[in-house]
Nanobody, 124 residues
Framework: QVQLVESGGGLVQAGGSLRLSCIAS????????MGWFRQAPGKEREFLGL????????YYADSVKGRFSASRDSVKNTMYLQMNSLKPEDTAVYYC?????????????????WGQGTQVTVSS
């Protein structure tokens, strides 16, 4: 059973940085695509970026390109989202997600597994 557990959220001032972690367990993820999403109150869940577990190819939404960066540590089975130059509009619950296959997919229904989410709040 695949499990994803996020951590690293919190309260940060505008202009600050946070690094989110997502620990993946339950299988080997070498042929998986790992994604990051967020959901603000009253809004739909929004794609942020993805990384291929094998090969490390990355793809980002235009809204966060240049500020957010995804990475992974295969030894620790952990994926990261480094978030810099944070803005109040980045306030949301952040989720990691996973699906089999090395693909570029950006919609929620294309991912099979989800973490529970971690809250990020950016104060002005």
């Amino acid at each position: 059973q695949v499990q994803l557990v996020e951590s690293g959220g919190g309260l940060v001032q505008a202009g600050g940085s946070l690094r989110l972690s997502c620990i993946a367990s339950g299988r080997t993820f070498s042929d998986y695509t790992m994604g990051w999403f967020r959901q603000a109150p009253g809004k739909e869940r929004e794609f942020l970026g993805l990384i291929w577990w094998s090969g490390g190819r990355r793809y980002y939404a235009d809204s966060v390109k240049g500020r957010f960066s995804a990475s992974r540590d295969s030894v620790k089975n952990t994926m990261y989202l480094q978030m810099n130059s944070l803005k109040p509009e980045d306030t949301a619950v952040y989720y990691c997600a996973a699906r089999s296959g090395l693909v570029i997919v950006t919609t929620t229904y294309e991912y099979d597994y989800w973490g529970q989410g971690t809250q990020v709040t950016v104060s002005s």
